[in-house]
């Protein structure tokens, strides 16, 4: 009889595995639970301990992919709920903050050990992003060796499945979930990103709008062509996006990929959503390939599923030379406006629209500057004293976001925040002071403020970072942004 492993094995031979790391939390998880109950000896314990290291040994390394973490498992801040979903790069589980208890998010674990790099990468370049229509990231970390993302969670399904148990969507809802995502990827480009793998499986509904999420696949723009940027091949350079959805070529060079094949993707992925099928016929995945850059047996849109500004449109993103697309995302935002214009009255808008009060001159020109500079998808109102702000909001009932100063001119301090929380009852208040005071940040919290930030701290990025988590965590709290546009 084979002598079974000792209790470390897992974490000694192979301690940068992904797999041997969930498995050293599944093992310590139930044994935690059993010590717990107060049932069992440490005897009994150490067997148990044993017996787990022993049959998770013996598991095929085609069987990982099985592996779920039980609830209550934590994940560093985070305390493991639910499974959500599976793929090759990792699991998404539902989780919650252990110290903001109505804070869920979805915490992604990397899975293949020989991705690392490529998850480092995407948790470095997904915090630069900040846009109404992009997935947010709360938080990134290395958990005993299983590293994490801590996403926002979204309402609605990807549009992978929506269309896979719905069926084709028609055209006219197609329009502003493309104009959304084309919003949230030209934020991305913007900040020097390409996503190389649009597709369905990546835009997710939350409420009436839609999102963009896994950036896995992002290369920063200065890095085409560079050999760090051809090294970024797994197993084939296939693996780096989807053959349905890529652009011709993406698909004979992973380096050669620009903002305009993901314009190429996203017109792909409209196909899709119109019809439920590719694009590209092939019956194998090397057809297909073969069919994507020799553009053959390309399937049309019928003129009985859309009138020709549509079918023109999307061909110009699926057009097989990238010189004859659009030039940019806005470009394709505004061709989309133009086919939307008369058909909706009621359609959500793209940005977000922020109240600052403030009495103060020059904080308001610097906050004013940083808005500016940080983000094109934002609308600012202004406001000196804390009545005209209720005026303010009360003739714009759109504004998801107030920026309050806690000295003005006919309130002060903490009961600023209890007066403005009181009179703007479903809108988040962001406070911003000059106070860089823990017990002042706490106490604007517990009079009614939703985040905290000093003033002297502030850079545009960290500014429209604190708005857009604020928004985030607000809206999935059960008061959401679509709610409060309703309201009067």
């Known amino acids: 009889m084979n002598k079974p492993p000792p209790s470390s094995f897992i974490r000694s031979t192979s301690s940068t595995s992904y797999e041997s790391q969930v498995t050293s939390l599944v093992s310590d998880s139930i044994v935690q639970r059993l010590r717990n109950s107060g049932q069992f000896s440490s005897v009994q314990l150490s067997l148990v301990q044993e017996e787990l290291d022993?049959?998770?040994?013996?598991?095929?390394?085609?069987?990982?992919?099985?592996?779920?973490?039980?609830?209550?498992?934590?994940?560093?801040?985070?305390?493991?709920a639910s499974l959500i979903g599976e793929g090759g790069s990792g699991q998404v589980y539902r989780a919650k903050h252990?110290?903001?208890?109505?804070?869920?998010?979805?915490?992604?674990?990397?899975?293949?050990?020989?991705?690392?790099?490529?998850?480092?990468?995407?948790?470095?370049?997904?915090?630069?992003?900040?846009?109404?229509?992009?997935?947010?990231?709360?938080?990134?970390?290395d958990h005993r060796?299983?590293?994490?993302?801590?996403?926002?969670?979204?309402?609605?399904?990807?549009?992978?499945?929506?269309?896979?148990?719905?069926?084709?969507?028609?055209?006219?809802?197609?329009?502003?979930?493309?104009?959304?995502?084309?919003?949230?990827?030209?934020?991305?480009?913007?900040?020097?990103?390409?996503?190389?793998?649009v597709k369905p499986g990546n835009l997710i509904m939350d409420g009436r709008r839609t999102k963009v999420t896994d950036l896995g696949l992002a290369v920063l723009t200065e890095d085409i062509g560079k050999p760090?940027?051809?090294?970024?091949?797994?197993?084939?350079?296939?693996?780096?996006?989807?053959?349905?959805?890529?652009?011709?070529?993406?698909?004979?060079?992973?380096?050669?990929?620009?903002?305009?094949?993901?314009?190429?993707?996203?017109?792909?992925?409209?196909?899709?959503?119109?019809?439920?099928?590719?694009?590209?016929?092939?019956?194998?995945?090397?057809?297909k390939i073969s069919n994507l850059v020799k553009n053959e047996h390309v399937n049309q849109l019928s003129e009985l599923i859309a009138p020709e500004s549509v079918r023109c449109v999307l061909n110009r993103m699926v057009a097989h030379h990238a010189e004859d697309r659009f030039s940019s995302m806005a470009d394709v935002a505004t061709a989309l406006e133009a086919i939307r214009t008369g058909k909706s009255a009621d359609s959500p808008k793209h940005g977000i629209e922020i109240l600052i009060v403030e009495d103060n001159q020059d904080d308001l020109f610097l906050t004013l500057e940083m808005l500016k500079r940080g983000n094109n998808s934002v609308t600012v109102h202004e406001a000196r004293t804390l009545a005209e702000a209720v005026e303010v909001k009360h003739q714009h009932p759109a504004i998801d976001l107030v920026l309050l100063?806690?000295?003005?001119?006919?309130?002060?301090?903490?009961?600023?925040?209890?007066?403005?929380?009181?009179?703007?009852?479903?809108?988040?208040?962001?406070?911003?002071?000059?106070?860089?005071?823990?017990?002042?940040?706490?106490?604007?919290?517990?009079?009614?403020a939703d985040e905290f930030a000093c003033k002297n701290d502030l850079t545009s990025h960290l500014l429209e970072r604190i708005i857009f988590i604020t928004l985030s965590r607000c809206s999935h709290q059960g008061n959401t942004i679509a709610d409060r546009h309703g309201a009067s």
């Not at 040994?57 to 560093?76: K, Y």
């Not at 990929?257 to 409209?270: K, V």
């Not at 600023?416 to 940040?441: F, K």
């Open 228 to 287: 760090s940027a051809q090294a970024f091949h797994t197993r084939c350079e296939m693996a780096a996006g989807t053959p349905e959805f890529m652009a011709p070529e993406q698909a004979l060079s992973l380096a050669s990929a620009t903002p305009l094949s993901d314009i190429y993707a996203l017109g792909a992925t409209w196909f899709f959503l119109l019809t439920g099928m590719s694009r590209i016929g092939g019956a194998t995945l090397g057809e």
């Open 98 to 141: 252990r110290s903001l208890s109505n804070h869920t998010v979805a915490l992604k674990l990397i899975k293949n050990v020989q991705s690392t790099n490529r998850f480092r990468r995407e948790m470095e370049l997904v915090q630069r992003l900040a846009h109404p229509n992009v997935v947010v990231s709360y938080e990134v970390g």
């Open 405 to 448: 100063d806690l000295q003005l001119p006919d309130s002060s301090g903490i009961d600023t925040v209890r007066q403005a929380r009181s009179e703007m009852s479903n809108v988040p208040l962001v406070v911003l002071t000059g106070q860089d005071d823990i017990i002042v940040g706490k106490a604007c919290i517990e009079a009614g």
């Open 145 to 197: 060796g299983v590293l994490y993302i801590a996403m926002e969670e979204m309402s609605g399904p990807d549009l992978h499945k929506r269309v896979s148990i719905s069926g084709p969507i028609n055209w006219q809802s197609t329009i502003q979930i493309m104009i959304d995502a084309a919003h949230g990827l030209e934020h991305a480009h913007q900040r020097g990103l390409i996503h190389r793998d």
């Open 54 to 80: 022993r049959y998770f040994v013996s598991v095929a390394e085609d069987e990982w992919s099985f592996i779920e973490l039980p609830a209550g498992t934590q994940i560093g801040d985070y305390e493991i």
